[in-house]
């Protein structure tokens, strides 16, 4: 089976191809709903062996829809889905893939030592009961029932329950909603070792710091394609120029009080934007030491400086709009 | 470019599903059991129903070679036998299903029939243990003379008239939202029990009632449980199988409707 490497709707990216093998792949998905709405349009996505990729997007972009297609819970309108070169509905595909979903509710009157062994069971060659409990930090409320359990715990249960086949492939959808920021990085602490263990790793997410501390990949999508793709660093970057126009070069936010106008500052070399906001202007620059030196030259009263690496917020937020 | 591919050895389908099987039927009784909001009404209705309308109200009474006991055992019986099909599958399918429980179940390997046998499998275990309580107060309390032959009918006809009714509760997951589910189940499981003369033996209801009972897969059931005791009093022994088997393949129909409904819009 061949891996198609084109990707018609993202921005090319200079991305350095992982060279590992195709272990997942959407190729020009187009899903259709009956009522009509078009969750995602011929987006192609592919994931390979050992990579964190995190898919990133406001609600309703797509990502739930991505995830299922991938798990075999949902069949594409047209275009083609893969897991180990196999139809995700494949018996053998499944025994390779762990999923933690958004869960609303569990089996209640079943203990946490219960629910594991019940999905040991499901796969040919499970990971050791001792191990699933030690790397998803259950010991001690193992015999609990899963309905007594806090809101961490029953996420780090549904975590275990992703591990229990030992798989290759891990979808985690939205692993640390609801989660405390102490119970959030022992997750992404968790999440690193599996990486570490050669598995690869699909995170879907909303908390855009972590994509960054754990994804090599970040794509992000929104209406149902992929709006840009690429490591953290280049995400953040893209996300703070026009798209199409990035050519390198890193970006800055420069935030200052001045009386230079707007569109004296527009005219500097470097600047892609700037905006007032009271007594403070925020400015966009591709050659922060060049503008700086020309702006306290402009302006002789230029206070209260503050220069900043765009955050992975900023770019989201312009790549993907004014969503919610 | 290289694209993983599966290397898995070839499993018998049989070998490797049974034991999921075995133990996903063992946890969903065990997890019905603890669930007291589930196993207290289950097993509770029809005990309390059976010790007011057949041990207090009736202790002893003849009607003609009719014991009167006996005669109710069998309703309460069929009665409790249903509920705890509709409620284990019905309303338990609906909350796996409402709350994303299936959808990761699904995403394993499980083989989905496992799931459904399992649930399947409880039901009928409750069936076993509701029927035998309410044999075990007939005779105890009721002075039920029940033979070993006539209570090995009962059970037999527990694990097939079961099925109908988890074909209903399929059914019913599959169309009704979770948050109305129980209450949609006892708005059909109570009237439908009554209406197949459960609750007050059909020759007491008024006429059009006693018509429209060969509608109810209660009242054929209940017939064919009745007929385990030689009491059954109309229709031939044949035409309940009918009636159950008509139910089912309808209700199957409705559940595959409903499943295919399910599938487009995910």
């Known amino acids: ?324 | 470019m290289s694209t993983a591919t599966l290397n898995f050895p070839r499993y018998n389908p049989l070998t490797r599903s049974l034991p999921i099987f075995l133990r996903e039927t063992r946890y969903e009784f065990i997890r019905l059991l603890r669930t007291r909001s589930f196993s207290f009404s289950v097993v509770g209705f029809p005990v309390v129903f059976y010790l007011f309308f057949g041990i207090v109200m009736n202790r002893g009474q003849q009607i003609g070679a009719i014991s009167v006991a006996k005669y109710v055992l069998a309703s309460y019986a069929v009665f409790g036998m249903v509920g705890a099909a509709l409620f284990g599958i019905g309303v338990g399918l609906a909350a796996d299903l409402a709350a994303g429980w299936l959808d990761l179940k699904r995403a394993s390997p499980m083989p989905p029939m496992a799931y459904v046998l399992a649930k399947c499998c409880s039901a009928v275990f409750f069936g076993i243990l509701i029927v035998s309580l309410l044999a075990l107060m007939g005779i105890t309390l009721g002075n039920v003379s029940l033979s070993f032959a006539e209570y090995a009918r009962m059970i037999a006809l527990t694990v097939v008239g079961v099925i109908p009714f988890v074909c209903m509760g399929l059914a019913l997951a599959l169309l009704v939202p979770f948050s109305s589910a129980p209450g949609i189940t006892n708005m059909i499981y109570l009237p439908m029990s009554f209406c197949g003369g459960l609750w007050v033996p059909l020759m007491f209801l008024p006429h059009f009632m006693q018509t429209i009972a060969v509608l109810m897969p209660t009242y054929h059931l209940g017939q064919l449980m009745l007929g385990a005791f030689g009491y059954a009093s109309t229709g031939t022994t044949l035409s309940h199988w009918y009636g159950l088997f008509g139910f089912t393949l309808l209700m199957l129909g409705i559940a595959g409707m409903a499943l295919r409904r399910l599938e487009q819009n995910s």
Request: aromatic fraction near 4%; glycine fraction near 8%; charge should be neutral.
């Open chain 1, 1 to 324: 089976m061949s891996t198609v490497l084109d990707r018609p709707n993202a921005i090319p990216v200079p991305v350095p191809i992982p060279s590992g093998e195709a272990v997942a792949s959407l190729d020009r998905v187009t899903k259709r709903f009956p009522n009509g709405v078009v969750a995602l349009d011929e987006l192609s996505l592919t994931l390979r062996r050992g990579e964190v990729v995190a898919l990133l997007g406001p609600n309703g972009a797509g990502k739930s829809t991505a995830v299922k297609l991938l798990m075999g819970l949902s069949s594409p309108t047209s275009g083609a889905v893969a897991i180990f070169g196999a139809d995700p509905r494949n018996h053998a595909a499944r025994a390779r893939t762990g999923v933690m979903l958004q869960v609303g509710r569990a089996p209640e009157m079943l203990r946490v030592r219960e629910h594991i062994e019940l999905f040991r069971g499901y796969y040919p060659s499970p990971m050791a009961y001792a191990d699933i409990v030690q790397v998803a930090g259950l010991s001690g409320i193992e015999s609990r029932f899963f309905g007594q359990l806090s809101g961490g715990q029953k996420q780090r249960v549904l975590f275990a329950l992703a591990l229990a086949g030992d798989p290759d492939l891990v979808f985690l959808d939205e692993p640390t909603v609801g989660l405390d920021i102490k119970s959030r990085r022992a997750m992404w602490a968790q999440i690193e070792l599996l990486v570490a263990r050669g598995k690869t790793v699909l995170l879907t997410t909303h908390y855009l710091e972590e994509a960054d501390s754990l994804a090599q990949r970040i794509v992000v999508i929104d209406k149902g394609r992929i709006v840009c793709e690429g490591t953290p660093a280049e995400v953040k970057s893209l996300g703070s120029t026009t798209p199409g126009t990035a050519t390198g070069g890193s970006v800055k936010i420069i935030r200052c009080a001045t009386t230079i106008p707007t569109h004296a500052l527009l005219n500097i070399p470097g600047v892609t934007s700037a905006t007032v906001n009271g007594d403070f202007t925020t400015i966009l620059t591709r050659q922060a030491e060049s503008t700086m030196r020309e702006m306290l030259a402009l302006d002789l009263s230029l206070h209260s400086i503050d220069v900043q690496s765009p955050k992975l917020e900023d770019a989201f937020l312009a790549l993907t709009g004014d969503h919610d």
